[in-house]
């Protein structure tokens, strides 16, 4: 089976911290409702119910956009494409869409270019159809686009929702011409509480969350929440055809507060 040739869809679903038959579900589900778009990760834990879903979903392969990430013990050149290749039986694949570096390596034990090579390799033998990168700074773009060109990174992912709207990322990525895709954009469901996005939803008949996903959808994000209700997977899919006006995107502006949710004691130092 080969990969999607076609774009990574502006919106996917997210699969972190689901488990065992709660993530079996979700994606079903999510295959179900129309979802082509599915995340996943090593560290997750579960590639293997993601891909026992997407086997029973009865989804053309060709349909599907699939992205997995390799852990940072994986990310040297003797092991990232024996870590992908686990990734790949578990996920009952022969090829991912997407292999992001799922966190820059740790104090920089493993040089950049090494992993970029690797991940490179894996390219050439048909393991993944494109690579790109996770949780990467600013000057970790940079020295990643020196090394492969911008061209070679499909996407860096990263944390991203109104209250932590990484601007700083966000605009060297536009200048270089670099996808971001925004994970925990509902900031695990904050947003829902605000009472900003509350009111901004109660103008356009929707939801705190829709808002937040059309928000980062017209800034040009690929967005992968992450639920296990289907009818909050259906209700995320409208945020396709949400359109704010000027207004609406200036005060969700003013919402930034830096607050960071993944920030793991081995993260780089953050822009």
Known sequence: ????????????????????????????????????HIDTAQIYGNEAEVGQ???????PRAELFVTTKIWTESLSGDRL?????????????????????????PGGAVPLKETLEALLDARRQGLTHAIGLSNFTVAQMREAIDLVGVAAL??????????????????????QGLHLTAYMPL???????????????????????????????????????????????????QALSLRLDDADMERIATLDRGERLANPDFAPAWD
Not at 9 to 22: I, M, S, V
Not at 93 to 102: A, K, P, Q
Not at 154 to 175: G, I, K, S
């Open 187 to 237: 900031a695990y469901g904050k947003v829902m509480a605000d009472p900003v996005l509350q009111d901004i939803a109660a103008k356009h008949g929707t939801t705190p969350a829709q808002v937040s996903l059309a928000w980062l959808l017209q800034q040009g994000f690929a967005v992968i929440p992450s639920s296990t209700r289907p009818a909050n997977q259906a209700a995320n899919l």
């Open 1 to 36: 089976m080969t990969p999607s040739t076609r774009p990574m869809p502006a919106l996917g679903l997210g699969t972190f911290r689901l488990k065992e038959q709660t993530v079996i579900d979700a994606v079903r589900s999510g295959l179900s409702l129309g979802y082509r």
């Open 81 to 105: 494409v024996p870590s992908l290749r686990e990734s790949l039986a578990k996920l009952r694949l022969d090829t991912v869409d997407l292999t992001l570096i799922h966190w820059p390596s």
């Open 53 to 59: 879903a997407i086997a029973e979903s009865g989804v």
């Open 154 to 175: 499909a996407t860096n992912q990263v944390e991203c929702h109104p209250f932590l709207q990484h601007r700083a990322v966000a605009d060297f990525a536009r200048e």
